[in-house]
């Protein structure tokens, strides 16, 4: 099973960037699916996640209007919308699949986003 991550790179302060996670290996279309973010000396951060079926999503404080999480069932493929990019939006994002719990079981490999002012 694999989650690979793109979408990341350099953007000014009020931009936009748009994340992709594809998943390979196995199906997710029953999983949820979210997105976290580490910056660096930081501790890992939930951005977003969504049900399976798409119907129900979740933003942290933090991101809330400014970021829209969505997925293609068929593409087994989740996305990150984030728009109005500040500096502090400055990370590693990291895409997961399948809530165990209160833990995902599946992790990609992180994308840069980089915020420059």
């Known amino acids: 099973v694999q989650l690979q991550a793109s979408g990341g790179g350099l953007v000014q302060t009020g931009g936009s960037l748009r994340l992709s996670c594809a998943a390979s290996?196995?199906?997710?279309?029953?999983?949820?699916m979210a997105w976290f973010r580490q910056a660096p000396g930081k501790e890992r951060e939930f951005v977003a996640a969504i049900s399976w079926s798409g119907g129900t999503s979740y933003a942290g404080d933090s991101v809330k209007g400014r970021f829209t999480i969505s997925r293609d069932i068929a593409k087994n493929t989740v996305y990150l919308q984030m728009n109005s990019l500040k500096a502090e939006d400055t990370a590693v994002y990291y895409c997961?699949?399948?809530?165990?719990?209160?833990?995902?079981?599946?992790w990609g490999q992180g994308t840069q986003v980089t915020v420059s002012s």
């Open positions: 997961a699949a399948e809530l165990r719990g209160i833990t995902y079981y599946y």
């Open positions: 290996g196995r199906t997710f279309s029953r999983s949820y």
